[in-house]
């Protein structure tokens, strides 16, 4: 099977994620006739790979021994013949899902918890290969902290206020379509202390690491905040230098 040159942040396995995916898709959408053809119920088993520069691949599975990455699901072509051609991709495109996540999360195994939050937010808002396939909309759901994104009230990047300028005391999006919810960003974490968010503190986000912390980590107070155009947390700052 082939494997990109190892990747290892959170941007590089997701895009080795989301080249891989977009190989899958081709082969179950735009390029099925084909695929289906090659899945012959009389060949040996057979796996659907996503490659790294989007190609896909129907052929026999690694023969090494355990192999490089996680394989995909094994014998997809001998149930061809005995299901409903739509049943038969969206059973593929189920298991090409999970393939992919394990493929993704294995690269990220040496991630630290904010780092796999991050990716798999990143994955997240992503359409699965199934919801595809089967052309099903994905439920819109609310914006979650760690997807880096910031509310359309904001004129400071990585504060967020409300629409009249004030700055908010939590971390939660001011986007139309969404609404507040304290469950949703329950598992959030301040990047210094590890505490769990809540509402009735203040929080501000590097646009950095796009990591959030509390402001009192951190020593800043929501008025201090009015003034900084650029927030770099205390690690990122360390890193980069001074500005």
Not at 66 to 90: C, Q, T, V, Y
Not at 182 to 191: A, F, I, K, N
Not at 195 to 216: L, P, S, T, V
Request: hydrophobic share 30%.
């Amino acid at each position: 099977m082939e494997m990109s040159s190892s990747p290892r942040t959170v941007e590089e396995i997701f895009k080795d994620y989301s080249a891989r995916r977009a190989g899958v898709v081709r082969a179950l959408t735009q390029d099925v006739d084909e695929f289906y053809g090659l899945c012959d119920p009389d060949k040996e088993n057979l796996c659907l790979y996503g490659h790294p520069n989007e190609s896909w691949e129907v052929t026999l599975p690694a023969e090494e021994v355990p192999p490089e990455l996680p394989e995909p699901a094994l014998g997809i072509n001998f149930a061809r013949d005995g299901m409903n051609r739509r049943d038969w991709l969206s059973l593929v495109a189920v298991h090409s899902d999970s393939w992919l996540l394990s493929v993704a999360f294995y690269l990220g195994a040496r991630l630290n918890r904010n780092e796999r939050k991050r990716l798999f937010s990143l994955i997240n808002d992503l359409p699965t290969v199934f919801e595809v396939v089967t052309e099903k909309k994905p439920i819109k759901d609310k914006a979650t902290v760690d997807s880096g994104s910031k509310s359309r009230g904001s004129t400071k990047v990585g504060v967020l206020r409300s629409s009249d300028g004030q700055v908010k005391s939590n971390p939660k999006f001011a986007d139309e379509g969404y609404e507040d919810d304290d469950d949703e960003h329950s598992e959030t974490l301040c990047g210094s202390c590890s505490g769990n968010y809540n509402a009735d503190e203040f929080w501000i986000g590097c646009d950095i690491c796009e990591r959030w912390f509390h402001g009192k980590c951190v020593k800043i107070t929501p008025a201090k905040a009015e003034s900084i155009k650029q927030y770099k947390c205390p690690s990122c700052s360390m890193r980069r230098g001074r500005p």
